[in-house]
């Protein structure tokens, strides 16, 4: 705990525990919200952190960023010790809280970043030299000079990542960042994300979208109930869990349920079997294979791919786990 | 917030200074834009604010038109303390007085990005906020201190300059720090700011008033644990020349500023306390 000695990774982490006092009733009791975190993340890489609500996520990132003490284990965030060296870890690390603006909601984007600049104590140089490649990169042109409280969900969001990322840190924690946001702006966010990680940037992300583990992690931790469940790659994970994707099918005329198809198992039919439910492991099989043996005997005419739900994964490693 | 005192050892130092104070006067400038930028509204709030302090001024004259004296002063008297006591709590509220909303940003979890900024939370809050309005009441207090000084028969010199001085000056951080004690508290009552404002705005309207009309056990509470009592009572009896109730002598006038220094030391105690409360450090 004493050590403040960079070795090198960017977050560190071990038997990292905290605890609350809840009130339950008249009574109090004890609840852990993070139990025993061991985890070492290195500088580049870009790591999904997902969890049901009230898994501890959230308590997690307080204590790498020097908000909570940890009860119990110690934590080094950029070769910093959170709590004590709080103002210079400030400097290296970038946070988006989804709820909690960084912004000024009553003055405009503009003269947020203005302020930010001066509390980074970026020089007149970088800071026109960064706030323009954000704007151009978040594509803030249109609305800079618009107060925060008149931005759309999307614009305001934007205008946090810029924020939080106006002093180049090293490391970038986004809560929920996509989250209320349509799929064209997931998209951009998403392709932004990935241009900083070329630059070097760590991520740490917590989110409800698969979608944004699948585009944007290389690795995913679990945590549930405080405790590490899982550490590895999506497909890792899938294979763990054994998450299956779900094909649904559209058929031209009713049909019985199409059982015994090749990688792919029934789910459900509706309307007579004009629509069925087919489950498939993306490890042994694809959705076209899938599409192929149903279309051998039916004609589709429609069909959707449903992603494995984050929270369905976090159940099954609770239920493989016990 | 500039650091009383330092040294001037070249331009280096003052350019330090200059940047280390960067984002505090980057926060207040604009905050000071912002509630100029809507004329009406503005002017408004300050009509607003003025009228509060001459309601408590009429409030004082009132009372003097059914007695002659009270605790010992005249009214012109009684006008040097309400003037000292409002002028020092106004400018005190105009810079301190929004850490009234911590509870707000507690409850929102908005205290939160606070700790990913490189300054201490505490600067970050006191100047985070300016409430330009109350430079209205403080003209009014000002007001009524020009009228008390010149009608309350205080013999001008160097020692009334110096304890006028030390008093303002005082007066205004004892009460800042009332600020922060406040907000300290805050950390561990969530819904108590009724509590804490019954101190703070009582300890306000207790410094206005005369402190030889106190019981006992209010001299001690106001006297001395919270000194309201030394940012205006004790400096304008011992402008006055007049002799100190019981436990309150007239040479404490000379004093203000270890009152000041005291309820610094507090304040930042149970900031300091509600703080380790909120990261849950113990303590």
């Given amino acids: 705990m004493t050590s403040a000695v960079n070795s090198g990774a960017i977050i560190e982490a071990d038997g990292l525990t905290r605890e609350f006092r809840v009130r339950d009733g008249k009574r109090r009791r004890l609840l852990t919200a993070v139990d025993g975190l061991t985890v070492r993340i290195e500088p580049g890489e870009s790591v999904g952190y997902i969890g049901a609500n009230g898994a501890g996520k959230s308590t997690t990132i307080k204590m790498l960023t020097g908000i909570l003490v940890p009860t119990a284990g110690s934590v080094l965030t950029c070769g910093l010790r959170p709590v004590q060296d709080r103002r210079r870890l400030a400097r290296q690390v970038g946070v988006v809280f989804g709820q909690r603006s960084q912004l000024w909601w009553d003055l405009p984007v503009r003269e947020s970043f203005r302020i930010l600049a001066a509390i980074h104590a970026l020089t007149r140089a970088e800071e026109s030299d960064r706030t323009a490649e954000l704007v151009e990169q978040l594509e803030l042109g249109g609305f800079l000079s618009v107060p925060v409280r008149q931005l759309s969900l999307g614009q305001r969001m934007r205008a946090e990542i810029a924020a939080a990322l106006l002093h180049s840190p090293r490391l970038v924690i986004l809560d929920e960042p996509t989250i209320g946001l349509d799929v064209l702006s997931k998209q951009r966010l998403r392709e932004f994300l990935t241009g900083e990680r070329r630059r070097g940037t760590t991520l740490l992300l917590t989110t409800h979208d698969m979608g944004d583990v699948e585009r944007l992690c290389d690795r995913i931790l679990v945590i549930d109930h405080g405790r590490l469940a899982y550490d590895g790659d999506l497909p890792g994970l899938s294979r763990t869990v054994g998450a299956e994707r779900v094909l649904v099918v559209d058929l031209a005329e009713p049909m019985p349920d199409l059982t015994g198809l090749d990688g792919a198992r029934h789910l459900s039919s509706e309307a007579d079997g004009l629509r069925q439910r087919l489950a498939f492991n993306a490890e042994q099989t694809t959705a076209a294979k899938v599409l192929a043996a149903v279309s051998d005997q039916a004609e589709v005419l429609d069909l959707t791919v449903e992603e494995p739900d984050i929270e369905d994964v976090v159940r099954r490693i609770y239920a493989a786990g016990r | ?283």
């Avoid at chain 2, 604009?30 to 409030?59: P, W």
């Avoid at chain 2, 003097?64 to 008297?77: H, P």
């Avoid at chain 2, 951080?173 to 804490?196: N, P, R």
């Avoid at chain 2, 007239?250 to 270890?258: E, I, K, R, S, V």
Wanted: charged residues 10%; hydrophobic residues 55%; contains cysteine.
């Fill in chain 2, 1 to 283: 917030m500039a650091s009383a005192g330092a040294p001037v050892t070249g331009a280096a130092e003052t350019a330090g200074l200059r940047e280390r104070l960067r984002p505090y006067r980057a926060v207040l400038a604009s905050r000071a834009r912002s509630q100029r930028a809507y004329r009406t509204s503005f002017a408004l709030d300050l009509g607003s604010s003025a009228l509060v302090g001459v309601v408590e001024l009429a409030e004082v004259w009132v009372l003097f038109s059914n007695v002659t004296a009270l605790g010992g002063m005249r009214f012109n008297q009684i006008l040097l303390v309400f003037g000292l006591a409002d002028l020092a709590f106004s400018l005190a509220d105009l810079s301190f007085g929004h850490l009234d909303n911590l509870p707000d940003f507690l409850r929102a979890g908005t205290l939160d990005v606070f700790y990913l900024r490189p300054q201490p939370i505490l600067l970050q809050l006191i100047t985070s906020d300016l409430s330009l309005r109350r430079l209205a009441r403080a003209a009014v207090g000002a007001a009524a201190l020009g009228i008390g000084l010149a009608t309350s028969g205080v013999s001008w010199g160097p020692r009334t300059m110096v304890l006028l001085a030390l008093g303002l000056v005082s007066g205004y951080a004892t009460f800042a720090a009332l600020f922060v004690w406040a907000a300290g508290l805050q950390f561990f009552l969530l819904d108590g700011a009724e509590m804490t404002n019954a101190f703070v705005y009582g300890g306000r309207y207790a410094a206005s008033q005369p402190a030889s009309v106190w019981s006992r056990p209010l001299k001690l509470i106001f006297g001395f644990f919270f000194p309201m009592a030394f940012t205006a009572y004790l400096p304008a009896v011992t402008m006055l020349g007049l002799p100190g109730p019981d436990w309150l002598p007239a040479w404490l006038g000379w004093c203000t500023p270890a009152a000041a220094v005291w309820s610094w030391l507090m304040g930042l105690l149970c900031w300091r306390w509600g703080l380790r409360h909120y990261q849950g450090g113990g303590g």
